[in-house]
């Protein structure tokens, strides 16, 4: 999938995908957490983002639309400055950081000190070409002890439909990650939130999934 896919998605504001409260399942798991740095991948305008900062975390996003990334500082008044750093742009504002540009071109520095992974819109926003890339590109940037992931996943029978958001099965994150992190299912429940999209999914079966990883 080409980036100009996303980039047109959010100068057309064809953003279905952008949830107008935090995603329950965050509340649920994240709460309480002790204060620590949070990596936030394909973050858009995510209100998780604030919800996140309003817990005592500090936010890292990484996001590849400039319009995603100043729309989510004007939307909740939120003053930033504006950093050039080679290909990517950064936003920085209290407690909520987002580089703006390809996720695989954000400098290492973007990771540095993050000790957590909120992955609701990453995995399931790529085919899975760009999705093995992905992975092998967060387990290297995302080391040290004790590092943890909080990844949200639909899985739905591969070929009904095109993503995204696009099928990421158990086995897959298994796959991806089970090398590195101990692996925790911790629900699977029917996926309401495509419930809008019914030109799309309504017509087949499909399940959010939550994990927890803990790196070895």
């Known amino acids: 999938m080409k980036q100009d896919y996303w980039l047109n998605k959010w100068k057309t504001l064809d953003i279905r ?5 935090p995603h329950p399942k965050l509340l649920q798991y994240f709460t309480p ?5 949070v990596m936030v991948p394909l973050c858009g305008k995510s209100i998780d983002l604030l919800w996140l900062r309003s817990q005592g975390h500090e936010i890292v996003g990484i996001e590849l639309s400039q319009i995603a990334c100043e729309s989510f500082f004007f939307e909740h008044a939120l003053s930033f400055e504006k950093f050039n750093h080679g290909d990517c742009i950064l ?3 209290d407690g909520i950081s987002i580089w703006c540009g390809d996720f695989f071109r954000v400098p290492p520095l973007a990771w540095k000190d993050c000790t957590f992974v909120y992955d609701r819109a990453g995995m399931v926003a790529l085919p899975e070409d760009l999705r093995i890339l992905y ?3 967060l387990i290297r940037n995302f080391v040290g002890d004790n590092k943890q992931i909080l990844l949200i996943a639909v899985e739905y029978q591969q070929g009904k439909v095109a993503g995204p958001p696009f099928s990421v099965m158990e086995s897959e994150v298994k796959d991806r990650f089970q090398s590195n992190f101990m692996i925790t299912k ?6 309401n939130s495509l419930s809008d999209r019914a030109d799309k ?3 087949i079966e499909v399940n959010e999934t ?7």
């Open 91 to 93: 936003y920085q504002s």
């Open 210 to 216: 939550v994990y927890w990883l803990v790196q070895k």
């Open 186 to 191: 911790l629900e699977t429940n029917s996926d």
């Open 135 to 137: 992975t092998q590109h």
């Open 33 to 37: 957490r002790p204060r620590t740095k």
């Open 17 to 21: 995908f952008n949830q107008s409260s």
């Open 201 to 203: 999914f309504g017509a």
